[in-house]
T-cell receptor, first 113, second 111 residues
Framework: GAGVSQSPSNKVTEKGKDVELRCDPI?????LYWYRQSLGQGLEFLIY????????KSGLPSDRFSAERTGGSVSTLTIQRTQQEDSAVYLC???????????FGPGTRLTVL | RKEVEQDPGPFNVPEGATVAFNCTYS??????FFWYRQDCRKEPKLLMS???SGNEDGRFTAQLNRASQYISLLIRDSKLSDSATYLC????????????FGTGTRLAVRP
């Protein structure tokens, strides 16, 4: 079946612009995660959705970052007023349960000029 | 102290070598542990779960030491294709039990 998909695969934007990154999880997966990975660094947790529970936003680095998950499926990560330090690969993952295997999408490479 | 700590490496080994990575975790209540593999410029993928009794999958052996709060990954008979970054992953027993990733250990296998 289809895996996790993300769009766009690459995004170049100017400092100060807003961007939206999209994640389509595997159908039926209740858990969805967003991470960010800077070049040569580990995964930085951003936000976690589990079913109908309130999302765990503890990893969002600032109030410029927000995410939604509509209908328990597709998720959108929005970064407002982008800064150069926001440049990274943004990875989405989904899993069938809270601590089940996470399946990652290919990521969106964001470059802020 | 970081929740999950790994030696970043790189570990440079010849083909056929045996190599071991350790990972320490800070939350003694953690229950689930995994090793993920990430190839250069690719997304992470599950390599294997780590069970209390230790487990083996072909050339790969994972072990858990709860008393010392570390997990290990042993790779025997290294192949060129094993070159990647190996991420240690621990379940965080709070905030909905989400997983916490280590920063990874880079392995380079040379001919």
């Amino acid at each position: 079946g289809a895996g996790v998909s993300q769009s766009p695969s690459n995004k170049v934007t100017e400092k100060g612009k807003d961007v939206e990154l999209r994640c389509d999880p595997i159908s039926g997966h209740t858990a969805l995660y967003w991470y960010r990975q800077s070049l040569g660094q580990g995964l930085e947790f951003l936000i976690y959705f589990q079913g109908n529970s309130a999302p765990d936003k503890s990893g969002l680095p600032s109030d410029r970052f927000s995410a939604e998950r509509t209908g328990g499926s597709v998720s959108t990560l929005t970064i407002q007023r982008t800064q150069q330090e926001d440049s990274a690969v943004y990875l989405c993952a989904s899993s069938a349960g809270r601590v089940d295997t996470q399946y990652f999408g290919p990521g969106t490479r964001l470059t802020v000029l | 102290r970081k929740e999950v700590e790994q030696d970043p490496g790189p570990f440079n080994v010849p083909e056929g070598a045996t190599v071991a990575f350790n990972c320490t975790y800070s939350n003694s209540a953690s229950q689930s542990f995994f090793w993920y593999r990430q190839d250069c410029r690719k997304e992470p993928k599950l390599l294997m779960s780590v069970y209390s009794s230790g487990n083996e999958d072909g050339r790969f052996t994972a072990q858990l030491n709860r008393a010392s709060q570390y997990i290990s990954l042993l790779i025997r008979d290294s192949k060129l294709s094993d070159s990647a970054t190996y991420l240690c992953v621990v379940e965080k027993k709070s905030s909905g039990d989400k997983l916490t990733f280590g920063t990874g250990t880079r392995l380079a296998v040379r001919p």
